[in-house]
């Protein structure tokens, strides 16, 4: 069987489903720990927030209740969503920005800045203050610093979502438009291939995959515990830990680190012959180029 047409970021998966599902992240800066995880959930730097993981394959990652520490609906009113940051509505010299305004890791607000003398464009380095959720940055209005070192402050600056909440879109159709607070335009990718930049790996997200941050340090492996998608190793994900069969340091966790596969060929037997590569969307349902991923899990 011959590998997937492209795989590559096409308009019509960067379109899908856009900003209508929370993605599942891990700080950026740390690793999984191989612990239970707990209920609760946190960010560090300008990573997405995190959830439980609860991806199923053949479920086309948008059915099903989630819950996160994500931003609401900044239309919703109260003190804390003070501008609009689809529509930058701030003063001249201002900008709207995502922040954590209790001073914690999980952005849960929004206000306006001030826009920083030579600020950056979108896909140039810049720099934050204080931390990745203090919404003060070195970005031109309409972006935000992304995939934040927590040691230097620096990152790049990604473009933020525009058009509205519940129509969010990105100037890029090789983007898609993802998160819950902060939205934010970022590359589709292909999980098989795993064309990401040099230490981010592909994510699902929504309909499609995207490149985020490879948080999964000394951890990861297959079988692993993890807790966020991207805590697992490239070509990798973070599936509940009923996917693989007893027996894996998982088996007692929320979650474990299982591998994306190509449907039709037999590396998920490799890894453990109780499990199949099954398709990670239902018939019909896979963007253009994406119609051979599967996930290696154990068969119903």
């Given at each position: 069987?011959?590998?997937?047409?492209?795989?590559?970021?096409?308009?019509?998966?960067?379109?899908?489903?856009?900003?209508?599902?929370?993605?599942?992240?891990?700080?950026?800066?740390?690793?999984?720990?191989?612990?239970?995880?707990?209920?609760?959930?946190?960010?560090?730097?300008?990573?997405?927030?995190?959830?439980?993981?609860?991806?199923?394959?053949?479920?086309?990652?948008?059915?099903?209740?989630?819950?996160?520490?994500?931003?609401?609906?900044?239309?919703?009113?109260?003190?804390?969503?003070?501008?609009?940051?689809?529509?930058?509505?701030?003063?001249?010299?201002?900008?709207?920005?995502?922040?954590?305004?209790?001073?914690?890791?999980?952005?849960?607000?929004?206000?306006?800045t001030d826009i920083a003398p030579d600020a950056g464009d979108v896909g140039e380095p810049?720099?934050?203050?204080?931390?990745?959720?203090?919404?003060?940055?070195?970005?031109?209005?309409?972006?935000?610093?992304?995939?934040?070192?927590?040691?230097?402050?620096?990152?790049?600056?990604?473009?933020?979502?525009?058009?509205?909440?519940?129509?969010?879109?990105?100037?890029?159709?090789?983007?898609?438009?993802?998160?819950?607070?902060?939205?934010?335009?970022?590359?589709?990718?292909?999980?098989?291939?795993?064309?990401?930049?040099?230490?981010?790996?592909?994510?699902?997200?929504?309909?499609?995959?995207?490149?985020?941050?490879?948080?999964?340090?000394?951890?990861?492996?297959?079988?692993?515990?993890?807790?966020?998608?991207?805590?697992?190793?490239?070509?990798?994900?973070?599936?509940?830990?009923?996917?693989?069969?007893?027996?894996?340091?998982?088996?007692?966790?929320?979650?474990?680190?299982?591998?994306?596969?190509?449907?039709?060929?037999?590396?998920?037997?490799?890894?453990?012959?109780?499990?199949?590569?099954?398709?990670?969307?239902?018939?019909?349902?896979?963007?253009?180029?994406?119609?051979?991923?599967?996930?290696?899990?154990?068969?119903?």
């Open positions: 069987m011959p590998k997937p047409a492209s795989c590559l970021p096409l308009a019509l998966a960067a379109l899908v489903a856009c900003g209508h599902e929370d993605s599942t992240f891990a700080p950026q800066g740390e690793s999984s720990s191989g612990e239970e995880p707990s209920s609760s959930s946190s960010v560090a730097g300008t990573t997405m927030a995190p959830e439980e993981p609860e991806p199923e394959p053949g479920s086309d990652s948008s059915g099903g209740e989630t819950t996160s520490n994500f931003l609401s609906n900044p239309d919703a009113g109260g003190d804390s969503y003070q501008c609009d940051p689809y529509t930058q509505n701030c003063p001249p010299g201002q900008k709207c920005m995502y922040w954590a305004n209790d001073g914690g890791s999980s952005w849960n607000a929004t206000r306006c810049c720099t934050v203050e204080g931390s990745g959720t203090s919404g003060i940055d070195t970005c031109v209005v309409g972006a935000m610093c992304w995939n934040v070192d927590p040691d230097t402050n620096e990152g790049t600056c990604a473009e933020m979502c525009t058009g509205s909440e519940t129509e969010p879109f990105c100037s890029d159709p090789g983007m898609i438009c993802s998160g819950r607070g902060p939205y934010l335009c970022l590359p589709t990718c292909c999980p098989i291939e795993q064309d990401c930049p040099e230490g981010q790996a592909c994510y699902p997200v929504q309909d499609t995959f995207f490149c985020a941050p490879d948080a999964s340090g000394d951890a990861g492996a297959f079988g692993d515990s993890c807790e966020f998608i991207n805590v697992c190793n490239a070509g990798l994900m973070c599936l509940g830990s009923s996917s693989l069969p007893p027996g894996y340091p998982c088996e007692a966790a929320a979650g474990c680190c299982t591998a994306m596969c190509e449907l039709g060929h037999d590396e998920c037997n490799l890894l453990d012959p109780a499990l199949e590569c099954v398709a990670w969307y239902e018939p019909g349902r896979a963007p253009p180029g994406y119609e051979f991923v599967g996930v290696c899990v154990l068969p119903e």
